[in-house]
């Protein structure tokens, strides 16, 4: 099977399963593949500007958008996203997409792509107004493009569209108790992986060529975990010291629970809980690697009190949420619809509700998300600080890609003092 007939496969089956691009991708290609790279980035590429190829098939096509059928809609993406944005030959573009496509399409296919060829492979959005103008260029739905718009500003919305593009860095959370930053990036060396400090981090180390990263004797080792960076910042701000009692309240995979029980030396405890007892497994399975004897996974549902739990020092809510800050990871998420995420602001509030119920008297409440919205980040926080004080909103952090290079991150440190 070629390339092109598996990002064919993959795209059909995105389109009608809604599966999430990154699950498929690593079910649908063995390690070894010859053509990974290429089937790599022409999967993702026309995922990630699926917004803007339909603006262009819509404006070469004689035929109605949404009578394409679905396999015709995607062979058109596929080839129209290689002469816009891969360095192939235009013939080879066209031929071998039209090669691909069922006898009663060839034509149509053919005709689209040598009418974009035409015109000089421009994208033309002529007649829109701003926010239409960074909806069709960036691939993103207008109404988050408005969203953003209003919370950031015009300038930094663009910036954010900009980095939503291309694989993510992969960054690796030291072990602590076993390793530094040095140790690491000797092993690494020593199975040909390529790696550098994250801005001279003692515990962060930047990887480059991250195939195959379960294969690694450091990684069988215990010397790391894969966490990005602006998470493990979270983690960072919560503070924890030897000793402490922490709760995490939505674990898994557990990057976070394991990241505090190694800012804690491996003393004291972190209950690190999620609601499925698969999932609780991950978090198992990684703290045994690691050798994290003070992590405790368990199944826990973080909107109800669980009295089995025991006041903590440190209580880390990291909520179920939209996900508009990794985007460049799940492309998918640019194209939800805003009715689809209404319900989570009630979810992420009764999440936080619960969590400060576990929080000792001088102790820290962290509240977190991987998205850029307000509503679910600043307006959260504020509304608790506002209803609730025995607790001090102490500060907020909120990371932009563009920034540090990681996620689009925030989170909300609480201090209880009564």
Known sequence: MSGRERVLGMLVKAQADGAYSNLLLDSSLSGDSAD?????ALFYGVTERRMTLDHIIRAYSKTEFDD?????????????????????????????????????????V??????????????????????????????????????????????QTEKILQASFGRPPVYARVNS????????????????????????SDTCVLLNGTAGIESLRAYRN???????ISSQMCCEAAAPCPGDTVIDMCAAPGGKSFT????????????????YESRVKLIEQGAERLGLDIVKARVSDASLYDETLPEADIVLCDVP??????IRRKPEIKYKKKDELTELPEIQKKILDNAKNYVKQGGKLVY?????????????AEMFAAQNSGFELVGTKTFFPEINGGDGFFYAVFKKIK
């Open 36 to 40: 990974r790279a290429f089937v790599t």
């Open 68 to 108: 394409i059928e679905n396999e015709t809609l995607q062979l058109l993406r596929m080839g129209l996203y290689q002469l816009m944005y891969m360095d192939i030959p235009e013939s080879a573009a066209v031929n071998e997409t039209v090669k691909l496509a069922p006898q009663r399409s060839k034509g149509f």
């Open 110 to 155: 053919n005709a689209v792509l040598r009418a974009f060829i035409r015109g000089g492979k421009r994208l033309d959005t002529n007649g829109l107004d701003v926010l239409g103008n960074l909806s069709v260029t960036y691939s993103c739905a207008k109404w988050i493009v408005k969203m953003w718009a209003k919370d950031y500003g015009i300038e």
């Open 177 to 200: 108790v076993l390793c530094d930053a040095d140790d690491l990036i000797y092993e690494l060396a020593e199975d040909g992986i390529k790696s550098e400090r994250y801005n001279g």
């Open 222 to 228: 215990g010397l790391f975990h894969v966490q990005d």
């Open 260 to 275: 505090l029980a190694e800012l804690m030396g491996n003393k004291g405890t972190v209950y690190s809980s999620d609601l």
């Open 321 to 326: 949420c939209s996900g508009l800050g990794v």
């Open 368 to 380: 977190s998300t991987c998205t850029l919205n307000r509503d679910e980040n600043e307006e959260i």
